[in-house]
């Protein structure tokens, strides 16, 4: 198992021993006092210093004039003062010796450039000292277990086995008040803010070895380092399973976020590559961060979303059977020993079948012997119990009855109480009190149940033994000479393109130039036909769209057609084109399917590739696959088998299925390629032909990154990290 490089760097912020309040004042508004109080009304079982020259005392604890002036020199300082005081603060806290900083004020990076250079010298001068920075512009943290509040959040909920790690403070407050009401405990709350120095991989970095965190939630807006994101988070989904909330999905909340934290996201869909290859699971609306958190804190794991349902209503059982579908996840097969069980404990009416409807009528006792039985069943990974409260329901026994039944089994138990009125609160706080997870609908139990197992799943894989790796040499030297001959505009010629192909050992249809009509027939001959004739032009990227590719001359009168008609069409649809002539290629077979695989490079995550179906029709089927660049075999051969053309890959309706595993090289060869190449700006094969017989690129165009050639971007190492 791989070990944190950063397990235990951040015990100044989760476990300090003396903590300095900078900024505290004596009017309870004060966010200094504030912070004193909550440290002092928690019980913290440390020391606290409150920080202020002008009074003797702060809430009845001796205050000093500076962190330089306490009796001993705190681990942690808190910093409550405002943005332009906390430069000459910090300074202090440096001579001082002291080991971590909280800052809450805002004003740094988010508000423009002035702010962002006063952010870069507080982070510099950390660096410098040795200290941890936590913030600005954030809530701060907790530690339920060490009665350790160091917030100006008003409560702080029990201890518990979450972490939750937020850029959002006033999000953070907001899911502290709703644990307290469902009696949920946290490990840790840690707010990042602007998240300058301490980032959410250095977080996770801390969590995955700490032993009271059993699974961790994340609210984000953006992330800065992805390269140290996705290690930390791979090494974390190793061991716990990861949710993780990312706000700024469209163009508008993204401009919003920016605002916010004031740091650029990437592309969502990124994201949701990253957060896949990682192991973390997505969730896409703040209520199912709420309902996940639930289901985690029952610490009770479910390795597959499989489901018995057990109901007094047979609408809702089928919405659970709709949600779970749409979820991928499945009802659970009951077994003819569970069906005998259920048949001796329920009337002959009930619904024989899963979900187990346990009728209108049904008392406490019948409840609770229907899902003692549905516990039993290998099958189930969970149980979901559904009440409706009819005229006969005995809401609050039958509450009891589920919590009776919970205590047989290890299983998540989902409790819906659905409906409202006193006597279903009241079974509702029963529940939650003995840690059953309660939800007032179907679909968000199932979403929960869903989330939590998928996390679950991706931890269950992480020991799995890596693909084996393609034998093949790429012809490094070859390639780099190719990209650095690329023209002045950036973008490299389709022969050179085909040619950096060729260097990986990717197959490629080789084109063969010709200058006037003469020259391209003597070279169809030579090949051998039919041919495919393309216009050649640094300037046309889409040949087709200008009437610049022929497809299938048979002879010598036809090529020398093709090329006349190509360059007449050429210059009338782009007048101001450079056209250096055609090329003649051999033409390829239609095979089973054409492919687009391409890539671009990604400001956060580096290169990504995309496997979808192609051709002339891509952009009207957007049936695509997206990742980071490199992928193993195993992880390409996901993406192909993910797109919805991959019956016609693999074969349909009787017919031949292409050579799969030589497009899963191809895609791997390629990703390579971008990884090794990160001055590859954008670069795409379309249509890649796969049939029987192999893969192979018709058509191909890489852009290049003239500025970087002298200073590549980093080489984003993705391939370590891939969950098999």
Known sequence: MEVSPMSGELDCLFTPHRVAVVGAGT??????????????????????????PKHESIGGVPAFPSVRETPETPDLAILCVPAVGVLDVVKQCAEAGVKGIICMAAGFREVGPEGRAMEDHVVDIC?????????????????????????????????????LVSQSGALTAAVIEWALGKGIGFSKLVTLGNAAEVELAATLDYLVDDKDTHAAVVYAESISDAQAFTAAARRFTAKKPLVIYKAGRFAASAKAAVSHTGAMAGADEVYNAAFERV?????????????????????????????AVVTNAGGPGVMSVDALSERGGRLAEISPSTLDALNEVLPTAWSHANPIDVLGD???????????AAVSEDDADGILVILTPQAMTDILGSADAVIAAAQTTDKPVLAVWMGGGAENEKAIAKLASAGIPTFDFPENAVDAFVNATQSQSYTDRAAAPAAVADDFAPDRERAAALIAGVPDSGLLPETESKELFDAYGIPVALPRLATSADQAAKLA???????????????????????????????????????????????????????????????????????????????????????????????????????????????????????????????????????????VKVITRFSTLVADHPEITETEMNPLTVSPSGAIALDARAVIDRDALANPPAKYSHLGILPE
């Open 279 to 307: 192991g973390a699971t997505r969730v896409l609306r703040i209520s199912d961060l709420y309902h996940t958190i639930e289901l985690l804190a029952a610490d009770r794991t479910a390795h597959q979303p499989t489901l």
């Open 525 to 663: 001959d030579e090949m051998g036909y039919p041919v495919v004739a393309k216009i050649a032009s640094p300037d046309i990227t889409h040949k087709t769209d200008v009437g610049g590719v022929v497809v299938g001359p048979k002879n010598a009168d036809e090529v020398r057609a093709a090329y006349e008609q190509i360059v007449a069409n050429a210059k009338k649809a782009k007048p101001e084109a450079h056209i250096e002539g055609v090329v003649i290629e051999q033409m390829v077979g239609a095979g089973n399917a054409e492919l687009i695989l391409g890539s671009t490079r990604d400001p956060s995550f580096g290169q990504t590739i995309m496997v979808a179906a192609g051709g002339t029709s891509a952009e009207i089927l957007k049936d695509s696959a997206l990742q980071l660049a490199p992928v193993d075999a195993a992880l390409a051969r996901t993406m192909v088998e993910s797109l919805r053309i991959w019956p016609l890959i693999k074969g349909y309706r009787g017919a031949e299925g292409a050579d799969v595993d030589a497009l």
């Open 362 to 372: 049904a008392p406490a006792k019948r409840y609770q012997a229907a899902i003692k």
């Open 27 to 52: 009017k309870p508004t004060n966010l200094g006092h504030m912070v004193v109080r909550n440290l002092l009304n928690g019980n913290f079982d440390g020391v606290v210093y409150p920080i202020n």
């Open 127 to 163: 660096h410098k000292a040795g200290m941890r920075l936590l913030g600005p512009n954030c809530l701060g943290l907790q530690v339920p277990e060490r009665r350790l509040n160091a917030t100006f959040a008003g409560h702080m909920p029990k201890p518990g086995n979450i972490a």
